[in-house]
């Protein structure tokens, strides 16, 4: 049997996928690197690497993250996947890459998650960090947020630090460009406390100035999930004719909860909504 694994496959999919296999059936897993230490992989014998992956990277233009192409993963990585076979009983690893090119022209490790991150909430965070040094010590001072980032093991790189700031005083989380003048906002210390994208905590924002703030809050945070009406894959189901079901099924069910409005936000509060008028009767029953 074989089996996609990625983060796009729906949870029951890959419940058969990780069940352990009876003695006569070989199952097989095309996995990403969710499979890297996700997920527990039982009885695994074999790992062919092919030493590529894709990660979210942010774009710039866009403001938001998407796949890269295919690079080449580090030493690291290649081994953390190695490791995968070989736990229960002896297994081998397959590297597809010739091992001088693995060992001269692959990196070594990773590299920082700082480096491809946006710097937007990670600058938010310095900044209040910073402030809340200088009023409760104010004899220890604080460092300013530029200069604490450059003291970090592996400081970004000032122009993405800029750009960060740029970002922060346009959408107002910040008063100002300068560290002197600078003050976190309302928007800003928001973004500090939620876990959410900046601008989805700037959505909550306008929810609560303009009397919604229960819908904003919904709308944030299903934007910032999963998408509840993935399609299915050819990879995952392999019968034709449920594919096409399921399919159909995903897009009558966002054509209906979107109701002609052409808001993904606002499907997804709807979706909300008809899930507490089916939560409500239950709990009259109980």
């Known amino acids: 049997k074989v089996f996609p694994l990625h983060a796009g496959v729906r949870l029951e999919e890959q419940r058969e996928a990780l069940q352990q296999p009876a003695e006569t059936v070989c199952h097989v897993l095309l996995a990403t690197h969710v499979a890297e230490s996700s997920v527990t992989l039982p009885r695994i014998r074999v790992v062919i690497d092919f030493c590529l992956r894709r990660t979210p990277v942010f774009d710039k ?24 076979s070989g736990r229960v009983f002896s297994g081998i690893a397959i590297r597809m890459v010739p091992r001088n090119f693995f060992s001269t022209l692959m990196p070594e490790f990773d590299t920082p998650d700082m480096e491809p991150a946006p710097l937007e909430k990670l ?8 402030q809340r040094i200088r009023e409760t010590m104010p004899r220890m001072g604080a460092l300013p947020p530029r ?35 600078a003050q976190i906002t309302v928007l800003g210390r928001l973004a ?19 009397g919604c703030a229960a819908d904003a809050v919904v709308m944030a945070a299903a934007v910032g999930g999963h998408d509840p009406f993935a399609r299915p894959t050819a990879s ?18 966002r054509e209906r909860f979107d109701g002609g409005m052409l808001s993904e936000p606002l499907m997804l509060r709807n979706l909300f909504v008809e899930l507490l008028r089916g939560i409500e009767p ?3 029953q109980s």
């Open 61 to 84: 233009s866009r403001r938001g993250f998407a796949l890269s192409l295919p690079q080449w993963v580090s030493q690291s990585q290649s081994t953390q996947r190695s490791g995968r």
């Open 123 to 130: 600058f938010l965070r310095v900044a209040h960090l910073s």
């Open 147 to 181: 200069r604490m980032l450059r003291l970090t093991v592996q400081p970004p790189p000032p122009s993405r630090v800029e750009d960060a700031v740029g970002v922060l005083v346009e959408l107002g989380a910040l008063s100002s460009r300068s560290d002197d003048n």
């Open 282 to 284: 239950l709990e009259d």
């Open 192 to 210: 500090v406390a939620l876990p959410l994208d900046l601008r989805l905590c700037r959505l909550v924002l306008f929810g609560v100035l303009f």
């Open 236 to 253: 995952a189901v392999k019968d034709h004719a449920k594919l096409v079901g399921a399919v159909r099924r995903a897009s009558d069910a």
